[in-house]
T-cell receptor, first 116, second 118 residues
Framework: DAGVIQSPRHEVTEMGQEVTLRCKPI?????LFWYRQTMMRGLELLIY????????DSGMPEDRFSAKMPNASFSTLKIQPSEPRDSAVYFC??????????????FGPGTRLTVL | AQTVTQSQPEMSVQEAETVTLSCTYD???????LFWYKQPPSRQMILVIR??????QNATENRFSVNFQKAAKSFSLKISDSQLGDAAMYFC???????????????FGKGTKLSVIP
């Protein structure tokens, strides 16, 4: 099976621009997570979905951040407008609640975002 | 709130030798999962090993094994016969074991950077 797929792998943008990060979870997984990794704060959970429904978005830093999951195989994380302090690596992860590997989160390769 | 502490920011090991990475955690829960993830320079987060708190037997995966001490809230990772490809950041992570709000959130430690010396 293919792992979690994220695009783009790298994104460089200017302050004030809209940024959209994309994620395709592992087929059959019913949970999807968005994390952010920075040197200062480490790995932080931003939001997670269960069966395409957002369950906990308390980690979303500001209203500039939004996430959607229109179907079981696709999710987006949008930042509008972007700011230099949003520069980080953004990870998507997915997990399943039954079957092999239950409760283990599998991560995508990450998107390195640089906001100039 | 749960916290995960990795007290060794950096470690080094000679190739073919054994190294142990430390992790402690704080929780009031009795049911939970613990994980070690590896992050090489490619930055991909790779699952190394997982442990269910209700299992007394320590998990093993080939050259990787854990020493899980539930009473001490300690979860160390032992890497045997270290290889150059083991060089990476290693993160310890905790997850609550029962359903409810926040139950699927992973709480990560700050990581330990492991260098392997040829």
């Amino acid at each position: 099976d293919a792992g979690v797929i994220q695009s783009p792998r790298h994104e460089v943008t200017e302050m004030g621009q809209e940024v959209t990060l994309r994620c395709k979870p592992i087929s059959g997984h019913d949970y999807l997570f968005w994390y952010r990794q920075t040197m200062m704060r480490g790995l932080e959970l931003l939001i997670y979905f269960n069966n395409n429904v957002p369950i906990d978005d308390s980690g979303m830093p500001e209203d500039r951040f939004s996430a959607k999951m229109p179907n079981a195989s696709f999710s987006t994380l949008k930042i509008q407008p972007s700011e230099p302090r949003d520069s980080a690596v953004y990870f998507c992860a997915s997990s399943r609640t039954s079957g092999e590997g239950t409760d283990t989160q599998y991560f995508g390769p990450g998107t390195r975002l640089t906001v100039l | 709130a749960q916290t995960v502490t990795q007290s060794q920011p950096e470690m080094s090991v000679q190739e073919a030798e054994t190294v142990t990475l430390s992790c402690t955690y704080d929780t009031s829960e009795s049911d939970y999962y613990l994980f070690w993830y590896k992050q090489p320079p490619s930055r991909q987060m790779i699952l190394v090993i997982r442990q269910e708190a209700y299992k007394q037997q320590n998990a093993t995966e080939n050259r990787f094994s854990v020493n899980f001490q539930k009473a001490a809230k300690s979860f160390s990772l032992k890497i045997s016969d270290s290889q150059l490809g083991d060089a990476a950041m290693y993160f310890c992570a905790y997850r609550r074991g029962y359903s409810g709000a926040g139950s699927y959130q992973l709480t990560f430690g700050k990581g330990t950077k492991l260098s392997v010396i040829p």
